[in-house]
């Protein structure tokens, strides 16, 4: 993966994001993780969302990555508000 370019694919909690990063390593695609939080601590700034983190996928694996997370998506949709 030599691309620079790079999509915000999900953002959420850190357990969602561990969840959404092994789905997509199981599919050979790798993901970057940003974590705002973690940046704002270190620079001496208290965070607004603890533990919010952003997946960022290249963009030449976008198409392959989108049906992974929106299926991840719509399971824990599902997990949040059963019927």
């Known amino acids: ?9 999900f953002s ?3 357990i969602y994001v ?3 990063i092994n789905r997509l390593e199981e599919a ?3 993901a970057i993780v940003k974590d705002e939080t973690e940046s704002g601590r270190l ?3 208290a965070p607004s969302i603890q533990g919010f983190q952003d997946v960022y996928v290249s963009e ?3 198409t392959k ?9 719509s399971e824990l949709e599902v997990q949040k508000n059963p019927e």
């Open 28 to 30: 050979g695609i790798k």
């Open 43 to 45: 620079a001496g700034f």
């Open 60 to 62: 030449s694996e976008l």
């Open 12 to 14: 959420g909690s850190f």
């Open 18 to 20: 561990q969840m959404i």
């Open 65 to 73: 990555a989108v049906p992974i997370v929106e299926i991840a998506k």
């Open 1 to 9: 993966m030599h691309d620079d370019n790079y999509v915000r694919v």
